[in-house]
């Protein structure tokens, strides 16, 4: 019921900016949990954030590396869920997925078998 699709990744210099997006052109995002998470090129799939349903208050968790450098944040009138990354570092490159499930625990502790999950959307950072 759900289809999710990742965008806004792209080439950033370390200490600069990105701002993804995860837009639902189906379903109705905000009954949804959602967590991006994102793979590094040899490295296993790895939590970074999650978002509450507005249900649940919109509580967010955030993996420790990025706490203080990502902010989550959901728009309903837009079905979208955003991952605002700000002072990028070299390590947080790779391909960054959002998931969403009604029912998932909404942790950042471990990679959970999410009930949806976009494409991804490459984040490269490099100077």
């Known amino acids: 019921q759900l289809q999710l699709v990742e965008s806004g990744g792209g080439l950033v210099q370390p200490g600069g900016s990105l701002t993804l997006s995860c837009a639902a052109s189906r379903g109705i995002l905000d009954y949804y949990n959602v967590a991006w998470y994102r793979q590094a090129p040899g490295k296993e799939r790895e939590p970074v954030s999650c978002i509450s349903s507005s249900e649940y208050m919109r509580t967010t968790n955030y993996t420790e590396s990025v706490k203080g450098r990502f902010a989550i944040s959901r728009d309903n009138a837009k079905n979208t869920v955003y991952l605002q990354m700000n002072s990028l570092k070299a390590e947080d490159t790779g391909v960054y997925y959002c998931?969403?499930?009604?029912?998932?625990?909404?942790?950042?502790?471990?990679?959970?078998?999410?009930?949806?999950w976009g494409q991804g959307t490459q984040v490269t950072v490099s100077s």
């Open positions: 998931a969403a499930d009604l029912d998932q625990m909404c942790l950042t502790t471990i990679v959970l078998p999410w009930d949806y």
